[in-house]
């Protein structure tokens, strides 16, 4: 509990300290170094204090994680990298970076991975109808919203069977890997909208909004 005081008051003091350092680097250009240098020891000091002055690269997954402990982890320099994956993607799918990141979402795609957000609903007469970009990513409308999908090299090439088990045993395991993909595409199974952000070759930042209905 000790510790935790401690940040929480780093951190009150850090959003202090980052405008009073605003205010410095306009009134004395040519002390910014030494601003730079105060700042950083600040942040040094406050990742201590939490044990993670030693942490790289930090990540969050497997669940949303709130706006305001993105903020917070930030105001004491710890840029926390939201991300997405499964284990039928050989992990990490989509990711933000330290310098190329939006809170709220999962990111975009690595290079050489396909990703959209499809309307999977009439696989048989439509097969995958590609949905647009949301206008507010956080905010989308019904029809902004699909199913989030990808393909490449790192994809799964279906769900094994241990014929052990027997007939019946492989048999689910073949139609599970059926259901699955579609047109190469492995189906996620996970609701999402898509936001062009003007990246590098546009790539997309994309949001989960839930589960996909069957």
């Not at 310098?99 to 007469?125: H, S, Y």
């Amino acid at each position: 509990m000790r510790r935790f005081e401690k940040v929480c008051k780093i951190s009150t003091v850090g959003r202090r300290f980052e405008k009073y350092l605003e205010v410095i680097s306009y009134a004395f250009d040519d002390d910014i170094f030494i601003i730079s240098q105060k700042k950083n020891e600040f942040y040094t000091q406050a990742r201590q204090a939490l044990g993670l002055d030693q942490a790289q690269f930090c990540i969050s997954a497997a669940a949303p994680i709130m706006r305001s402990t993105l903020e917070y982890f930030a105001s004491i320099g710890i840029t926390i990298n939201e991300i997405y994956g499964m284990s039928e993607s050989s992990g990490p799918t989509t990711t933000n970076t330290p310098t190329t990141g939006r809170w709220g979402t999962i990111g975009f795609a690595p290079l050489g991975l396909e990703i959209g957000v499809f309307d999977t609903m009439d696989l048989k007469n439509k097969g995958l109808v590609k949905v647009g970009p949301a206008k507010d990513v956080y905010h989308p409308t019904e029809k902004e919203q699909g199913e989030l999908c990808f393909r490449g090299r790192n994809i799964m090439m279906g769900y094994m069977a241990n014929p052990d088990l027997g007939e019946e045993h492989v048999k689910e395991m073949e139609k599970k890997t059926k259901e699955t993909f579609f047109d190469g595409w492995l189906m996620s199974g996970d609701k999402a909208a898509v936001d062009k952000f003007g990246m590098r070759n546009s790539d997309s930042f994309f949001k989960p909004t839930g589960a996909n209905q069957e």
